[in-house]
């Protein structure tokens, strides 16, 4: 632009050097009419000119408003990533109370089985339960029929007295098998025996590891006088109805006699 105006300038010096020097120049009614047939363009130039300084000031306008436009895009676009993010970590803890949830449900649906099952257990115990008079009549039936029992005299023998020694007694079928107890009675009499303390134990095997048992305590003394000594209890009926008797003590040496009895069943 700038290089045609040049152009355009140093043609017109040109004739206005032509016209001033040359001999035939134009007289003023040609000089007039001319410029009257160029003034249009020269309008027409100047509105140009105008129009296109109207132009650069909308177009520098609008590249402000573009530029701020950007300025204001690129603002939203980091809040769009700021609200992607949080939109993410949003959709992660969603996932994770899902989950929560999903896992809570599942715990309470075992819990609410559980509870159920133990309904129908409680339920079903219920039924084998009795109230307060029922165990009241039953207790006192247990306890008459304990009782009650059935008296015998039944001799099985004498009380092993040598050191460490173990007698077995055999119940015998006068127990009848129906019998839960029997009530063994033992005495132990001395006069004038060697020994000092002695110790008894009658026991039964209820089971291979566990017995049941009572004991009796004498003491044997040098001189003449006849001293006793007897105990009694009750005592289980072991399967093998076996009656064991153990001593413990320095052997018996003198006049002494023993004997070791079933007084009763029930």
Same mark, same amino acid.
């Given at each position: 632009?700038?290089?045609?105006?040049? =152009?355009?300038?140093?043609?017109?010096?040109? @004739?206005? #050097?032509?016209?001033?020097?040359?001999?035939?120049?134009?007289?003023? !009614?040609?000089?007039?009419?001319?410029?009257?047939?160029?003034?249009?363009?020269? *309008?027409?130039?100047? !509105?140009?000119?105008?129009? +296109?300084? #109207?132009? +650069?000031?909308?177009?520098?306008?609008?590249?402000?408003?573009?530029?701020?436009?950007?300025?204001?895009?690129?603002?939203?676009?980091?809040?769009?990533?700021?609200?992607?993010?949080?939109?993410?970590?949003?959709? $992660?803890?969603?996932?994770?109370?899902?989950? $929560?949830?999903?896992?809570?449900?599942?715990?309470?649906?075992?819990?609410?089985?559980?509870?159920?099952?133990?309904?129908? %257990? =409680? &339920?079903?115990?219920? &039924?084998?339960?009795?109230?307060?008079?029922?165990?009241?009549?039953?207790? $006192?039936?247990?306890?008459?029929?304990?009782?009650?029992?059935?008296?015998?005299?039944?001799?099985?023998?004498?009380?092993? @007295?040598?050191?460490? %020694?173990?007698? *077995?007694?055999?119940?015998? !079928?006068?127990?009848?098998? *129906?019998? +839960? !107890? =029997?009530?063994?009675?033992?005495?132990?009499?001395?006069?004038? @025996?060697?020994?000092?303390?002695?110790?008894?134990?009658?026991?039964?095997?209820?089971?291979?590891? %566990? %017995?049941?048992?009572?004991?009796?305590?004498?003491?044997?003394?040098?001189?003449? &006088?006849?001293?006793?000594?007897?105990?009694?209890?009750?005592?289980? @009926?072991?399967?093998?109805?076996?009656?064991?008797?153990?001593?413990? &003590?320095?052997?018996?040496?003198?006049?002494?006699?023993?004997?070791?009895?079933?007084?009763?069943?029930?």
């Amino acid at each position: 632009m700038l290089k045609r105006q040049f =152009i355009l300038l140093l043609a017109l010096i040109l @004739v206005a #050097t032509a016209y001033f020097f040359s001999p035939y120049r134009p007289d003023r !009614e040609v000089l007039n009419t001319f410029y009257d047939k160029i003034r249009p363009w020269n *309008t027409v130039r100047m !509105e140009l000119q105008k129009t +296109r300084s #109207t132009l +650069r000031k909308d177009i520098d306008r609008l590249q402000a408003k573009l530029s701020a436009a950007n300025q204001q895009i690129s603002v939203l676009n980091q809040q769009n990533a700021l609200m992607e993010t949080t939109l993410q970590q949003l959709n $992660a803890f969603h996932d994770q109370e899902t989950q $929560a949830i999903n896992n809570s449900q599942q715990q309470s649906l075992a819990v609410t089985e559980q509870l159920e099952q133990l309904r129908k %257990e =409680i &339920g079903d115990l219920q &039924g084998s339960f009795i109230n307060t008079d029922q165990l009241n009549d039953a207790l $006192a039936a247990a306890f008459i029929a304990a009782a009650k029992y059935h008296p015998v005299n039944v001799n099985l023998g004498a009380l092993p @007295v040598g050191e460490k %020694e173990q007698l *077995t007694f055999l119940i015998p !079928e006068s127990i009848p098998d *129906t019998a +839960r !107890e =029997i009530l063994v009675y033992v005495y132990i009499a001395t006069n004038y @025996v060697k020994g000092d303390a002695h110790d008894f134990k009658l026991f039964v095997n209820v089971n291979a590891n %566990e %017995e049941n048992a009572f004991y009796l305590h004498t003491f044997a003394f040098p001189q003449q &006088g006849w001293s006793y000594n007897s105990e009694n209890a009750w005592l289980p @009926v072991p399967k093998d109805r076996t009656l064991r008797a153990q001593s413990d &003590g320095k052997a018996l040496f003198g006049s002494w006699n023993s004997q070791i009895r079933i007084i009763a069943y029930r």
